[in-house]
């Protein structure tokens, strides 16, 4: 095959799939992620944001942006191990780190940097990495990058998973990896048991907590703090582009160890700094949610409205406690035209299909803001009730 047959085949796999209104990726939004987003020129509510208290347009954190870019101009332009480090990476380092009830954080450019970053640089040649098979892509090419052996264990399987480390007994150090919250299905892992579990058998814990940051916890603290594990876990990654209505990531673990990754994590040391109006804004969030407890009991109530609303019209839902609301379809053909339906109905939603999930495990990815108003809410379902009933699927 030569270099660029493969990228015709996708060329052919988009067309074909955009002439049968199939394609739902990399559609334009004006904005993006608001409860109201333009597309084409329509309006339309976007039920498939990760922004999950609105942070993204909060007037206080595009402000704090705003003054951040004015002072300290758009980009830090060197890696922050040279030149590019401000007082306000520090500073959010320092903040994120007092969030996540770590000792330290290093921030990354990305959330996707941030884990595969430290998957890599805390592991090596001799160790074992514990991986689930949900595991977002970015531990998986940690896990690649690394030097370690991986055991991919069965979806929040605690036996899958102790069978691992019975089997990982032998090795130098073993490294529990999951998501604290799946992107998929909105699972939440089974942190206590894993806890447990990395005690019995000599192991350290990273959760990767990208979709928990905001949504789990009492004080949107994430996994830990909703299983009163804060404190408790090795490391902590999370990102900045979900609840902190930006774009970057961060890892928080012991002094030492953040110390260590600050000169080991090639994806910290080989790449710009984050601009500093990234900090300011992941800074003002954090303000924010301190200041505004509302929007995560806001964010709680919406979900348990859309859940209870679908449930009642009978579409299946997996069991879920997040605002991450994933509709069972299982075919991929419904699930498309479902999605279709809602899009010309005005309601913007994520179709996922295999390889995502497993084959007939097709679905449609539900997610929430706390900035949604009921009325949205009640409009978006009434959509559901109508495209659902037209394709068949209640
Ligand atoms: C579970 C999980 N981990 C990591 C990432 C990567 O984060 P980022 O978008 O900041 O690169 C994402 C989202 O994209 C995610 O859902």
Redesign the pocket.
């Known amino acids: 095959m030569g270099l660029f047959d493969k990228c015709a085949n996708v060329t052919e796999r988009v067309k074909y799939t955009r002439a049968r209104n199939e394609f739902f990726y990399l559609r334009e939004f004006e904005p993006t992620a608001t409860p109201l987003v333009r597309m084409g020129g329509r309006e339309l509510l976007m039920l498939g944001s990760n922004n999950y208290l609105g942070l993204a347009s909060h007037p206080k954190v595009v402000a704090a942006a705003t003054a951040a870019m004015q002072k300290f101009g758009t980009g830090a332009c060197s890696s922050r191990v040279l030149t590019g480090t401000c007082p306000l990476h520090a500073e959010v380092e320092r903040r994120l780190a007092r969030f996540k009830g770590t000792e330290d954080a290093v921030l990354f450019g ?4 941030a ?1 595969m970053g430290t998957v890599a640089a805390m592991t090596d040649k001799g160790d074992v990495v514990l991986s689930d098979e949900l595991n ?1 892509a ?1 531990i998986v090419d940690g896990c690649r990058l690394s030097r370690a052996d991986v055991l991919i264990y069965n979806h929040n399987d605690m036996a899958s998973l102790e069978e691992g480390l019975a089997k990982a007994a032998g090795a130098k150090n073993r490294l529990i990896v999951t ?1 604290g919250v799946f ?1 998929m299905k909105g699972t939440v892992a089974d942190l206590p048991r894993i806890r447990a579990l990395a005690d019995k058998y000599d192991a350290a814990v990273m959760v ?1 907590d ?2 928990g940051a905001g949504v789990l916890g009492e004080h949107g603290r994430g996994t830990a703090e909703h299983f009163g594990l804060e404190g408790k876990i090795e490391f902590v990654a999370g ?3 979900k609840t902190f209505a930006s ?3 961060f890892t928080g673990s012991t002094r030492d160890a953040v110390m260590y990754m600050r000169f080991a994590a090639r994806p910290f040391m080989f790449t710009a700094s984050p601009p500093p109006s990234v900090a300011a804004t992941v800074l003002a969030c954090l303000d924010v949610m301190e200041q505004e407890p509302r929007l995560i009991q806001t964010l709680r109530s919406h979900t348990r409205f859309l859940k209870d609303g679908l449930r009642q019209a009978g579409f299946r839902l997996e069991e879920t406690i997040t605002p991450i609301i994933p509709i069972l379809i299982g075919d991929d053909e419904r699930t498309f035209k479902m999605t279709g339906g809602l899009q010309d109905e005005g309601v913007v939603v994520n179709p996922v299909v295999p390889p995502a999930v497993p084959k007939e495990g097709s679905l449609i990815r539900v997610s929430l803001m706390a900035t949604f108003t009921s009325g949205q809410l009640e409009q978006a379902l009434d959509k559901f009730r109508k495209v659902g009933r037209a394709v068949g699927i209640i």
């Open positions: 990305a959330g996707f940097m884990m977002h970015s998501d992107s990767d990208a979709h990102t900045f582009s774009y970057g990531g």
